[in-house]
C-alpha cells in the first residue's frame, strides 16, 4: 500500500505516518518501477497496533519498547507502569467524584430546609474527604474496538486550552511539497537560523509551521511550510521568502510531538466553544491553523532529541467582540 492508502484506510494522517517512520516504528520500502514508497503486510500491521496501544495512552517511546521486545519482559514492566499510573489516576477522579457527591446532597437537604450550607466552612465535610476511600474499580477485560474508540474520545474531549495573542513579525518563509515536506522545508530553516546566528540577532525567534497545501484524497504528497521570525530587515534569498505575519488572538493546545491526532478533537472543542469561535485567516494552508514548534531552539543547537512539544493554534475572536475592527483591539477588549 502507498501512504496515501494506508491514510485513507485507516483514518491516519499521512504525516504521522512519516513520523512512525522516523523515529522508527515502522519501515516503507521503494520498489525500482514504482515511484511511490510502498508499505507491506508486515508495516500495516504494525501500525495498526501503534494505532491501540496510542489510544491506550502509551507513549511513543513505550510502544518502541513494546514492539521491539522480543523477549516481551521489558513490554510487560511497561503496562504495569501504565496500570500503575491509571489506578492512580482513577483513586484522584474517585476522591474529587466523592466529595462533589457529598457536597450536592448537602446542599440538597439545605435546599430542602431553606437553610443556606457554607461547603467551605463545614467541618463535617472536611472529615468526609480526609476519610475517603476510593472503591475498586474493575473493567471489563474483554472490550471491543468501538468501546475502545469511544473511551479514547472521551479522554480527549476534556483538553487543557488557552488563549493568546501573537504579536505580528516578520518571517522567513520555507514551503515545499512532495516526500518528506516537513523535512526538506524545516532543513532549510535550520539552515537559515544557523547561519544568521538568529538566537544572537533575535534571542526572541519564534518557529511556526503548517500544511500548504493540506493532503488531498488521491494526491500522495502534500507541502509544509516553516516560518521562523527574524528582524524586519533582514533579507532572505530563494528558496525562502520572506513574508509579514498579521498575528492575532488563538486557541493554544500543548501537544508532545507526533500526537497529531489531537487536532481533531481540538477543532471539534472550539466548533462549540462557549466564549470563541473559529475565525479562518490567512495563512490559508490549514485555514490559518498553526503548530509553533515550542523548541525551537533545538534548530540552532542541532539537539532535535529534545525538539518534543508544539502548541497547536487554532485562529478565533472572542464571540462578544466579533465587530472590532482588528486583532489587536479583540485582544486590548479582552
Not at 111 to 138: G, W
Request: net charge negative.
Amino acid at each position: 500500500m502507498t501512504i496515501g492508502e494506508v491514510s485513507k484506510t485507516y483514518a491516519v494522517s499521512a504525516r504521522m505516518i512519516r513520523y512512525y517512520e522516523k523515529i522508527g516504528l515502522i519501515e516503507s520500502h521503494r520498489r525500482k518501477e514504482y515511484a511511490y514508497r510502498i508499505y507491506d503486510e508486515a508495516a500495516v500491521r504494525r501500525l495498526r497496533q501503534i494505532m491501540i496501544l496510542r489510544k491506550l495512552r502509551i507513549s511513543l517511546k513505550q510502544i518502541g519498547v513494546i514492539l521491539n521486545d522480543i523477549g516481551q519482559t521489558q513490554a510487560l514492566e511497561v503496562l504495569r507502569e501504565n496500570m500503575t499510573g491509571l489506578d492512580e489516576e482513577i483513586h484522584a477522579l474517585n476522591t474529587i467524584r466523592s466529595i462533589l457527591d457529598a457536597f450536592v446532597h448537602r446542599l440538597d437537604d439545605g435546599i430542602r430546609a431553606k437553610v443556606r450550607v457554607d461547603l467551605l466552612e463545614d467541618s463535617e465535610l472536611i472529615e468526609i474527604a480526609d476519610a475517603l476511600i476510593s472503591p475498586k474499580n474493575h473493567l471489563k477485560e474483554d472490550c471491543s474496538m468501538e468501546e475502545l474508540n469511544q473511551a479514547s474520545e472521551r479522554m480527549e474531549r476534556n483538553m487543557d486550552i488557552r488563549f493568546i495573542y501573537l504579536p505580528p513579525a516578520t518571517v522567513a518563509a520555507s514551503q515545499f511539497t512532495g516526500e518528506n515536506p516537513e523535512d526538506v522545508s524545516g532543513d532549510r530553516v535550520k539552515a537559515l537560523i544557523k547561519e544568521r546566528d538568529l538566537p544572537v540577532v533575535k534571542p526572541d525567534f519564534r518557529l511556526y509551521g503548517f500544511n500548504n497545501p493540506s493532503p488531498q484524497e488521491g494526491e500522495e504528497y502534500y507541502g509544509y511550510e516553516f516560518w521562523v521570525t527574524i528582524p524586519e530587515d533582514m533579507e532572505v534569498t530563494k528558496p525562502l521568502e520572506k513574508k509579514q505575519f498579521a498575528g492575532g488572538l488563538y486557541a493554544a493546545h500543548c501537544i508532545k510531538m507526533g500526537d497529531f491526532h489531537e487536532w481533531g478533537a481540538f477543532f471539534e472543542q472550539m466548533k462549540n466553544h462557549e466564549d470563541y469561535e473559529i475565525q479562518w485567516r490567512e495563512p490559508f494552508g490549514m485555514g490559518g491553523a498553526l503548530e509553533e514548534h515550542l523548541n525551537a531552539f533545538s534548530f540552532y543547537t542541532g539537539s532535535e532529541s529534545d525538539f518534543i512539544q508544539l502548541d497547536l493554534l487554532i485562529p478565533v475572536t472572542k464571540k462578544s467582540d466579533k465587530e472590532t475592527n482588528t486583532p489587536l483591539q479583540r485582544h486590548q477588549d479582552i
